[in-house]
């Protein structure tokens, strides 16, 4: 006569086991990670969501500031601590979801947005606005950088082109349909005037001599997808959000991963260095809601 | 009324002291790696040898589903077998969802330099000692490791799909027969599971997490078919004693899958949804 009592205490037990179980979830949870392969750098978080952005994309150091594409945020800031971080412009400009961002000698800020489209200006004196729209052919912009003549080369992901853009605003064809660059998500001149161009569609770094020769540097790799390219120090430095990698690449040592982010921080975006080499990333999180990280990679070199 | 925050933090010390204990048991038993290459190799086998992993536990499956001499006896082992089965599915779902959402490396990732979040801080994780097999796939992946090629599958050891899995199967086996039951179960324990604390696969908190989903899952579903819908599993039964053949060769394929804890599973699904997709495609 007691079997029947047994199992009608089994379904209660089973409750306070599953009760136990999501305990034991939130406790063990170590939510995300760095996991240092060059320990030469020492991992902190700068900042987080709360203080003021929302999910940065590109980055970029600035005279001692980090210059904010915040793209979960439709924002450009800048940020100088954890207490400050400035708005330059956002929404109500037109901007949707700023990708990324250069800066002239000038104090010039150009960004992109892959979702507005165009191409966008902060000028020295804080003045924002379209420089070039999706009219001219910049219908979802992605990667930018700045050309030694002084234009403004952006790549578009649905023309799959990389455009040419003068200060006064007029779009060239720079790279063509027939380069086969897909999605030229970032890119990034090195000191010998090679154009470095990140393809997370194709999964492929391509590199641009100065003679308009297009190599492929790094392809066909497992576990590879190159998000956001920095160049700093002779090295390029590589993002996979898809793979959370951070990694960096010279022709003679090839690509060497230098951390491994998991986790919450697994979506590694962004990426700048500052005169020290100090690294820095961000990170996006969740998308709903819209959390995102800093972190800096401190170098600290062998003595 | 309780004080859940309360509750959470003691709950909180209780688990840290588990962690603790599970960490000194990963520690005593990682220290049997890396000092004979025979042994490690033994132990390399049982984590991906699906002969080894496998073969016993689909053995006594299959023996326990044909072997008895009772018609009644063999019904409710068929009973309990298919409801096993079935177990099994909902076992790997849960596994699988807990490991996925729930970040926790495995053993082998924390001996490394790992900062993990602790608020909106990155904070150093004092590393696991590790031993590393001498076995050759074993010191590739270290390799690897060191490297910095990590697997995503590598950062959700909690709890732990194999313990819930072949538990399940060692379990439901156990409860249809018991010596057939016991060796499995002995199996499970020993070779299956041991050898992924040895190796630094998983702490033994993840092991016994997985059992414990594995085993409360089946019994939960032992319960609730045996009062509910017997009905419903009669017929099915009946039905393998009409068509003794193509029951084996169903049971059989099902066992075979399970056993290798559904891998095979999901690339099976995703050409078929890609070759469904492309037929579907072409007609628009």
Redesign the interface.
Known sequence: MTRPANRTMFLPLVALLALVLWLNGCVLDQKGMVLMIDTSYHPTMLDSTHNGFTQPDGLLWRQGKLLLADEGGSAVRVWSDAHHVRTLCDSKLGILEPEDLVADGEGNVFFTDDAAGGLWEIDRNGRSFQLAGKDKGLISTEGIVLAPSGDILVGDGEQHQVYRVSRSGNVSVFLGTRYGINKAESMVFDDRGNLYIADNHDQVVYLLTPQMKLQRVLENRTGFSPETIWYADHTLYITDSKNGKLSRYTPENGLQNIAVFGGKLSYVCGITTDDHSNIYVSIQSSFDPKIGYLIKLEHTPAS | MPNTPVI?AL??HL??RL?AVSNSIYEVCNRLAGRSELFDNLIALALDNTLVKAALLGGCFIAVWHGHQERSVVERNRRILVITLMASALVIATTKT?ST?????RPF?ES??????DG???VE?PPLPYRVPLDAQSQKEYQRL???????RD?GS??SDHAGFYMTLAVGILLASRPLGWLALGWTSVVVLGSRIVTGQHSP?DIV?GS??GI?IL??LQ?VFE?WFRPLMEPAIAWTFRHQAIATMLVFTAVFEAANTLQDLSPLIKITTAIAEHFLGGQR
Do not use: C, D, Y
Request: net charge positive.
């Open positions: 959470f709950w909180s688990l840290e962690v807990l959402s729930i970040f926790l490396p990732i490394q330099t790992v900062f993990h979040m909106n801080r990155l994780t060191q490297k910095g090629e990590v697997s995503q950062l909690f709890p908190l997490a414990v989903i409360a019994l939960a319960l009062k």
